[in-house]
């Protein structure tokens, strides 16, 4: 079984700062993890993915999340925060033992204010 | 250009007035699946599709059917729509190996039903 917890459905920053999303998961096997963003009105798109390569992972727009086995976590980052971060961010497992259904968490706002 | 491409984007309808959201990938992706969007709730799968003839629910299936005769195709069926299915729907592909990759996503069909 797998599972996604992502803390706080809003976060709130101003534009410069640090945006930091959090995401533990568990898993039964050694998981894939995912960041998904979706602007307003729009799909879902990748942001970045975890795939036992590197734990430091980084993704498009200046984002980067670390793997921390430790901690089941995979924590999102941008060291400065701009307008158009202004989205909702999903975060997302798979198991890469051959259960192949993502499951995601409930999703993060993040509000950046001028 | 590889796309995931919904239709309708919006429609309103009426109690028990049967639809069809039709869902096309232009990836040559063997896995399909259906979400569905809701405040608070974050996505929650309807059903997904492992190839051609191969389906099998999610986590909300009831209300819903799908169908998958080709592989580019998978529809969303409401037989008899009712108010709780009012929602922003997402048709998603991913490529069958590695089961690992990322979800494309297309741009979402939200429906009221009245």
């Known amino acids: 079984a797998q599972s996604v917890t992502q803390l706080g459905s809003h976060v709130s920053v101003s534009e410069g700062a640090l945006v930091l999303l959090r995401c533990n998961y568990s898993?039964?096997?050694?998981?894939?993890l995912f960041w998904y963003v979706q602007y307003p009105n729009q799909g879902l798109q990748l942001l970045l993915k975890y795939t036992s390569a590197a734990t430091l992972v980084k993704g498009i727009n200046g984002f980067e999340a670390e793997f921390k086995k430790s901690e089941t976590s995979f924590h999102l980052t941008k060291p400065s925060a701009h307008m158009s971060d202004a989205a909702e961010y999903f975060c997302?497992?798979?198991?890469?033992?051959?259960?192949?259904?993502?499951?995601f968490g409930r999703g993060t706002s993040l509000i950046v204010h001028p | 250009e590889a796309q995931v491409t919904q239709n309708p984007r919006y429609l309103i309808t009426v109690t028990g007035k049967k639809l069809t959201v039709t869902c096309s990938q232009n990836m040559n992706h063997e896995y399909m699946s259906w979400y569905r969007q809701d405040p608070g709730l974050g996505l929650r799968q309807i059903y997904y599709s492992m190839n051609v003839e191969v389906t099998d629910k999610g986590d909300v299936p009831e209300g819903y059917k799908v169908s998958r005769k080709e592989k580019r195709n998978f529809p969303l069926i409401l037989e008899s729509p009712s108010p709780n299915q009012t929602s922003l729907y997402f048709c998603?592909?991913?490529?069958?190996?590695?089961?690992?990759?990322?979800?494309?996503f297309g741009e979402g069909s939200r429906l009221t039903v009245l």
């Open positions: 998603a592909s991913r490529a069958g190996q590695p089961n690992t990759g990322e979800l494309f």
């Open positions: 997302a497992v798979t198991g890469s033992g051959g259960s192949y259904i993502p499951t």
């Open positions: 898993s039964s096997v050694p998981p894939y």
